[in-house]
């Protein structure tokens, strides 16, 4: 972007009506999200809301799972596919 078109918009934030900053700012969100679906993932934390005793649960399962996959105890996904298949 110009150092210019920069500068306009900068003068046209700066003349909003009061009141219509929030406005202002969830429609540059929206034209910035939709040049780039995913620049926005980076704020995301899908965590942040689950309870403190739930995320620890998580966190065990996953270290118990990678713990399984290290000591070749994991189920190869193609034969929990199959079993899931057969059991329709």
């Known amino acids: 972007m110009s150092n210019t078109a920069r500068k306009d918009l900068h003068e046209l934030v700066d003349a909003l009506p009061p009141g219509e900053e929030?406005?202002?700012?969830?429609?540059?969100?929206?034209?910035?999200?939709?040049?780039?679906?995913?620049?926005?993932?980076?704020?995301?934390?899908?965590?942040?809301?689950?309870?403190?005793?739930?995320?620890?649960?998580?966190?065990?399962?996953?270290r118990q799972a990678e713990d399984e996959i290290a000591a070749g105890e994991a189920t190869p996904a193609e034969d929990l596919l199959r079993e899931l298949r057969a059991a329709r």
Request: without cysteine; charged residues 35%.
């Open 22 to 62: 929030q406005a202002a700012r969830r429609y540059l969100e929206y034209l910035r999200d939709a040049s780039d679906p995913y620049a926005h993932l980076d704020k995301i934390d899908p965590f942040a809301e689950m309870p403190d005793g739930e995320r620890a649960k998580l966190h065990a399962a996953l």
